[in-house]
């Protein structure tokens, strides 16, 4: 159900005090939540993907060593993954410091906020930073 601005005085005259959504810090833990953990998501599809695609070039084309390299030459040549995941990984860490910026008084994150970005460096396999 979404609110029409007629509904939003209302919804603020809780005599119980505001929804949880109404304060300023709720709403920005819920949103770098939503958005941390929707980042999460499409990483693991993005390496998913780019997973199968490599498995189906592999498996349909014969490998081909350019020049006068040798297949082991070859073999060590970083993946489009590894490059993807790096990537990712620089993502992940500029995240990370822009969702910090947005809690500037507080000592540490909330633990929502820590938990779903710690939950997006294990998609990654990437390290948690200390905070």
Do not use: W, Y
């Amino acid at each position: 159900a979404r609110l029409s601005n007629a509904d939003i005085p209302l919804a603020l005259a809780n005599p119980n005090g505001p929804p949880a959504c109404a304060q300023p810090q709720g709403v920005l833990q819920a949103a770098s939540c939503a958005v941390v953990g929707q980042h999460a998501q499409l990483c693991v599809e993005l390496i998913e993907t780019v997973q199968r695609t490599e498995t189906s070039i592999k498996r349909l084309q014969p490998r081909r060593v350019s020049g006068s390299g040798t297949a082991e030459d070859a073999a060590s040549m970083t993946s489009d993954l590894d490059k993807i995941i790096a990537q990712l990984r620089l993502d992940a860490g500029s995240l990370r410091e822009q969702v910090k910026a947005l809690f500037p008084t507080a000592a540490e994150l909330p633990s929502p906020v820590t938990d779903a970005l710690d939950r997006l460096s294990q998609v990654l396999c990437v390290p948690p930073a200390v905070s």
